[in-house]
């Protein structure tokens, strides 16, 4: 099985860490229609797993936003800070997790997320010291479902991919990480669950962050 020696565990931020989705969708809503945009039920999933280039184009392009999309990333950027920093929406038991495995393995992140939100929830959250390296989509060439973010994480750990796990909870974020040959823990995102296929990618499947442990991490 892959992975049964595991050199590093590199973890998904949004879903993972923080209840955070709907932050997103709401904010990209939001001004999606303040700005004119033709904000659809389906931008959301489209936009799951895209780095912040990827996303902010979209809105630019398929939404109708006039902004071009550096001032559209931006300007979500800045309302998830105003967020999350009245009330970050730390998922239970995600610090308790972090602090287990990083006791037993280095740890990185990899995440859709921009670079300033990425490090602002760290810092809010006390979990900046538990992880080696952290990686957000739009410092490599492709978005999640693509691998380069996990590829990224690994490299920066200096652990080969095959030998690495990752936790995750999307349909885009556990194909990234199959596709990076990780041996790869899902964690169901109960607001966007992933389907079947993406299911069937991962190694082990446990029903909340509660149950990650080093033993689940290695399937033993």
Same mark, same amino acid.
């Given at each position: 099985?892959? !992975?049964?020696?595991?050199?590093?565990?590199?973890?998904?931020l949004d879903g993972v860490i923080v209840d955070s989705?709907?932050?997103?969708?709401?904010?990209?809503?939001?001004?999606?229609?303040? #700005?004119?945009?033709?904000?659809?039920?389906?931008?959301?999933?489209?936009?799951?797993?895209?780095?912040?280039?990827?996303?902010? #184009?979209y809105m630019h392009e398929r939404l109708g936003l006039?902004?071009?999309?550096?001032? $559209?990333?931006?300007?979500?950027?800045?309302? /998830?800070?105003?967020?999350? &920093?009245?009330?970050?929406? /730390?998922?239970?038991?995600?610090?308790? @997790?972090?602090?287990?495995?990083?006791? &037993?393995?280095?740890?990185?992140?990899? =995440?859709? =997320?921009? &670079?300033? $939100?990425?490090? /602002?929830?760290?810092?809010?959250?006390?979990?900046?010291?538990?992880?080696?390296?952290?990686?957000?989509?739009?410092?490599?060439?492709?978005?999640?479902?693509?691998?380069?973010?996990?590829?990224?994480? @690994?490299?920066?750990? !200096?652990?080969?991919?095959?030998?690495?796990?990752?936790?995750?909870? =999307? &349909?885009? !974020? $556990?194909?990234?990480?199959?596709?990076? !040959?990780?041996?790869?823990?899902?964690?169901?995102?109960? #607001?966007?669950?992933?389907?079947?296929? @993406?299911?069937?990618? @991962?190694?082990?499947?446990?029903? =909340? $962050?509660?149950?990650?442990?080093?033993?689940?991490?290695?399937?033993?």
């Amino acid at each position: 099985m892959r !992975g049964s020696s595991i050199q590093a565990v590199v973890f998904d931020l949004d879903g993972v860490i923080v209840d955070s989705e709907h932050v997103w969708d709401a904010a990209r809503e939001a001004l999606s229609r303040e #700005r004119g945009g033709g904000w659809h039920e389906g931008a959301q999933q489209d936009m799951m797993g895209m780095s912040s280039v990827e996303w902010s #184009r979209y809105m630019h392009e398929r939404l109708g936003l006039k902004d071009p999309p550096e001032e $559209i990333s931006a300007e979500v950027v800045r309302r /998830l800070q105003a967020t999350y &920093r009245e009330e970050l929406p /730390l998922i239970d038991g995600a610090t308790e @997790a972090v602090a287990r495995l990083a006791g &037993r393995w280095p740890l990185g992140l990899a =995440s859709s =997320s921009n &670079r300033e $939100i990425i490090d /602002l929830v760290l810092e809010l959250s006390g979990l900046d010291r538990f992880f080696e390296v952290t990686v957000s989509s739009e410092e490599v060439q492709r978005g999640k479902p693509s691998p380069d973010v996990y590829l990224e994480a @690994a490299r920066r750990l !200096g652990a080969d991919p095959a030998g690495s796990a990752a936790v995750e909870d =999307s &349909r885009s !974020g $556990i194909l990234s990480a199959s596709a990076a !040959g990780m041996r790869v823990v899902a964690i169901p995102n109960k #607001r966007f669950p992933p389907d079947e296929e @993406a299911l069937a990618a @991962a190694d082990v499947i446990i029903p =909340s $962050i509660n149950e990650l442990t080093p033993d689940a991490v290695e399937g033993s």
